[in-house]
C-alpha cells in the first residue's frame, strides 16, 4: 500500500460530513473556508492519532456513556 509510520507521528484526520450528501464543496476566503456548492449545511470533525512505539493512540477520542 506505500509506506508506514514509524514512532513519534501525529496524524490529524478532519472529515466534513454535509447534510445533503453530496460532498462537492468550493475552498473560499484566503484557503481555509469551506463551503458546500449545494448551500447545505456541514460539520468538521477532528481526531489526532499518535503512531507510538505501543501502537495507535487517539487522543482525541471521547468514550461514550
Request: proline share 6%; aromatic share 2%; charged share 20%.
Amino acid at each position: 500500500m506505500g509506506s508506514t509510520a514509524a514512532g513519534a507521528v501525529a496524524l490529524a484526520i478532519e472529515p466534513l460530513g454535509t447534510g445533503s450528501g453530496q460532498d462537492a464543496c468550493q475552498v473560499a476566503g484566503a484557503g481555509r473556508t469551506l463551503r458546500t456548492n449545494d448551500g447545505f449545511r456541514a460539520a468538521h470533525v477532528e481526531h489526532t492519532v499518535a503512531i507510538t512505539e505501543d501502537g495507535p493512540r487517539v487522543p482525541t477520542a471521547r468514550e461514550v456513556p
